[in-house]
Structure formats: C-alpha cells, structure tokens
C-alpha cells in the first residue's frame, strides 16, 4: 500500500493521536506533544517503507513523545521543600 501525503496522513490520526496524548499528559501539555509528535512524523515519514501500520508508528512516536515530556516536566518539578529535584 502506498504513503498517503503527509497532510491526509496528519488529517486523518490527528484527533486519535491527541486524545491519547490528554490520556498521557493531561490537557495542559497535549498541544505540545501533539505538534511534537507530528514534527517528528514529519522529519521521518520519508524513510517511512510501508503503509501498513501508520496509526500504530505514530502513536509510538506520540507515546514515547508523552513519556520525554513527563520526564522533563519532573525534572523541572520543584520539591516539597522548594528546591528542585535531583537529575539522575
């Protein structure tokens, strides 16, 4: 089967791919991951050699998008106590 365009692509899993990003990280930060998601989709849709499991690949990408945004935002997190918490 042939790669649709990217734009039919970004249509068509675009609203599957945000609610399970709101499921991941909440509203607050879906539009991020969403826009991050689709920015690496982009970057790596020419190398993409098979039609068969779009929604499948973009929603990996969309969920290890999710898991480096919630990384991030704990690193970013401050402590009980004010400080912010150690990077390992």
Same mark, same amino acid.
């Given at each position: ?19 399970? #990003?709101? *499921?991941?990280?909440?509203?607050d930060?879906?539009?991020d991951?969403?826009?991050? %998601?689709?920015?690496? @989709?982009? &970057? =790596? ?8 499991? #779009?929604? *499948? ?9 999710a898991?480096?945004? %919630?990384?991030?935002? @704990?690193? &970013? =997190? ?11």
């Open positions: 089967m042939p790669l649709p365009p990217f734009s039919v692509f970004l249509e068509r899993e675009r609203e599957v791919v945000h609610r399970v #990003l709101v *499921g991941m990280v909440g509203p930060d879906a539009d991951c969403f826009q991050e %998601t689709f920015i690496k @989709a982009l &970057r =790596a849709y020419p190398d993409v050699r098979s039609a068969d499991n #779009l929604r *499948g690949w973009i929603l990996t990408i969309a969920r290890r998008t898991i480096d945004a %919630t990384r991030a935002r @704990a690193r &970013r =997190a401050p402590a009980a106590d004010g400080t912010h918490a150690a990077v390992a």
